[in-house]
């Protein structure tokens, strides 16, 4: 993987097969987020030689929005607030822009209420979050939380989580 003509990762192999969960730990610096960005297809990183497969599949020419489309999620390590933009909002065209590129029909607004009440109880995240900005004013845990409440509702077949633990207090994490 390079990054402005600069080699970050050389000769990396990994298969992660259904099922499985796989943790990548090194020091601050070795490149676990840099993997994560260039797996999602985020300009300025380059996978040079070989090839990602996801469900079979070499996603390395597809953009962004395809490879989410055909189930790679990536959970971020600092999630960002977006003041203006209302957490359901966001999540129901997240949603329906997953469906529409995988040919599916858009969710009615009940079917979306009843689909993010279950992951929210499930993930116990309150429904007042949901009615906020997106991130805004979110602690730490809360902002990961959120993210893991995108993931269940996106339910993809591959998921990157990039220090998913940071800012989670430990009824969080087991949660």
């Given at each position: 993987?390079?990054?402005?003509?600069?080699?970050?990762?050389?000769?990396?192999?990994?298969?992660?097969?259904?099922?499985?969960?796989?943790?990548?730990?090194?020091?601050?610096?070795?490149?676990?987020?840099?993997?994560?960005?260039?797996?999602a297809g985020k300009e300025d990183y380059e996978i040079v030689d070989g090839e990602v497969l996801l469900n079979?599949?070499?996603?390395?020419?597809m953009d962004p929005d395809v490879r989410a489309a055909k189930g790679l999620f990536l959970a971020f390590q600092?999630?960002?607030?977006?003041?203006?933009?209302?957490?359901?909002?966001?999540?129901?065209?997240?949603?329906?822009?997953?469906?529409?590129?995988?040919?599916?029909?858009?969710?009615?607004?009940?079917?979306?209420?009843?689909?993010?009440?279950?992951?929210?109880?499930?993930?116990?995240?309150?429904?007042?979050?949901?009615?906020?900005?997106?991130?805004?004013?979110?602690?730490?845990?809360?902002?990961?939380?959120?993210?893991?409440?995108?993931?269940?509702?996106?339910?993809?077949?591959f998921g990157i989580l990039d220090e998913t633990d940071s800012g989670l207090d430990i009824d969080a994490l087991?949660?």
């Amino acid at each position: 993987i390079a990054e402005e003509d600069k080699t970050i990762i050389d000769g990396l192999s990994l298969t992660v097969k259904d099922g499985e969960v796989a943790a990548i730990m090194g020091p601050n610096g070795s490149g676990k987020s840099t993997l994560s960005y260039a797996i999602a297809g985020k300009e300025d990183y380059e996978i040079v030689d070989g090839e990602v497969l996801l469900n079979g599949e070499n996603i390395l020419e597809m953009d962004p929005d395809v490879r989410a489309a055909k189930g790679l999620f990536l959970a971020f390590q600092y999630p960002i607030e977006i003041p203006g933009v209302a957490t359901m909002t966001f999540l129901k065209a997240a949603m329906n822009a997953q469906r529409k590129k995988r040919g599916d029909g858009e969710l009615s607004t009940p079917d979306f209420m009843r689909t993010v009440r279950a992951g929210a109880e499930k993930l116990q995240v309150p429904m007042d979050m949901l009615k906020r900005g997106l991130n805004v004013g979110f602690s730490g845990g809360e902002k990961k939380r959120m993210e893991i409440l995108q993931m269940a509702l996106l339910a993809p077949t591959f998921g990157i989580l990039d220090e998913t633990d940071s800012g989670l207090d430990i009824d969080a994490l087991r949660i």
